[in-house]
Structures are given as structure tokens and as C-alpha cells.
């Protein structure tokens, strides 16, 4: 495991930018989402909107991704890849994106409703963006990674909800991912101790929380990862610095 590095006022100002070029992406995703539009013009979008902004789309060729943003509905979890799928009234999408700016990463996911939802997708995305700011509560300099993964899954599965177990939050800056990962359950390295977080550390904090089981499985095209029992998930990030007050978030308008 590797050392979990402080990030310097210049590197958090550049991270900070970074963050709200992300946040702008994301509240364009909110604002276009809708029945028959397809995933690829949402992909299109941001990534236009990032250039324009002077960052660099961090996912788009990231060990081979092949686009900017990841479009992953009903029971997709994450890493599913934009296309000419058109998205349907009741779909639970959530879309995750990554800008480089002047060397520095932010990162950041939503789940937004296509048009009416069951009251099960919308109880799912209100626990997972519950779940989010739970684990923020907690952040502060000496924090041990291992509350915030409790914070999490304490939230998902007191209400009745699981969540993802292979893939987790990790730390971030001049790279996409960085120690220390960032789990959404208390894993059993995490009981002996863990990494504690010091001031200036920056971490993606993303919870995966499932409407059924836990367990997942990647599909053909190698990325798209699925629940394993068909039912939704909702995914929910932001990029945080840890601040003498608490958690400072860079993925915010």
C-alpha cells in the first residue's frame, strides 16, 4: 500500500478547477438527460463542454476507455460505454466523468431519473446520495479510511440496500487514481487499522449501492459491469480534499 500524499495549496487550486469543470458536465448531463435521447449525444456534449472549458476528458482513452463520460443504466453499476441506446421513461442513469486541468484530476458521478421512476430507483438514488454524505460527515485530518467505508455501508444497508464490493473510491490528483482506495464496506484489511487521512489529502469518495445483491460481473465488451441479479444501482461520487473543518468538496458547482 502506498504512502497517502498531502496535496499543496497550488495542486488544490488546480484540482478545484478541475472539480467545477466537472460539475458543470454533470449539470448539463442533469439538464439533457431524457426519454429518446441517446447516450452518445450526452457523451458528446461533455466532452465538447470540457474542451471548452480548457480541460482534458480523463476517462477517454484511460487504459483504453473509449469515451468521455461512463453511461450506466438500471442494473449497470459502472464503466458502461455511451452508444446509440436510447435512453426510456423509468431508467435510473448514472453517468460518472473525469477532467484533467493543468495536470490535476477531478472526478464525479450522479444518478439522475429518466422521466417518472419506480418508487424503488428513487429510493435507491436517495439512499446512495445519502450514503455520499454520510461518509462526508466523517472526513476530517486523522480520519481512518475505514469510517468513511462504514459510513457507507451502514447507510446502504440499514435501508434494506447492499453495496459494491470490487470496486471502491480511491485518492486522486496529478493521477486519475492514487492511494489510498477508498472502500464502501469495511473490508477485513480495514479491521486491522487502514490508512488515516492527513490535511490536504484529496479522495473520490463513490458509493455503489445495489437494490439487491452485492455481487456483480462484467460484461463482453470488458467493461460494463452489472449487478449479478438484474436489479438497479445507483452511483453517486464527488472529489474531496480533507480540510481542518471537515471534507471540502472540489466536484461542486
Known sequence: MGRVTAKTPAELA?????????????????????????????DRMVEELILRRGGTPAFKGYRG????????????VVHGIPGPVELKEGDLLSVDTGVFYEGYAGDAAITVEIGKCSEEARRLKQVAQQALEAALEVVRPGVRVAEISRAIQQTAESA????????????????????????????PSQLMGGPVLPEGATIAIEPMV?????????????????????KACAHVEHTIAVDKDGAMILTAL
Open 14 to 42: 488546480r484540482m478545484r478547477q478541475a472539480g467545477r469543470i466537472v460539475a458543470e458536465a454533470l449539470q448539463l448531463v442533469r439538464e439533457q438527460a431524457a426519454p429518446a435521447v441517446t447516450t452518445e449525444s450526452l
Open 160 to 187: 434494506g440496500f447492499s453495496v459494491v464490493r470490487e470496486y471502491t473510491g480511491h485518492g486522486i490528483g496529478s493521477a486519475l487514481h492514487e492511494e489510498p482506495s477508498v472502500p464502501n464496506y469495511v473490508s
Open 65 to 76: 476507455y473509449p469515451t468521455s463520460i461512463c453511461t450506466s443504466i438500471n442494473e449497470q
Open 210 to 230: 445495489n437494490a439487491g445483491t452485492h455481487r456483480v460481473e462484467v460484461l463482453g465488451d470488458g467493461w460494463t459491469v452489472v449487478t449479478k441479479d438484474g
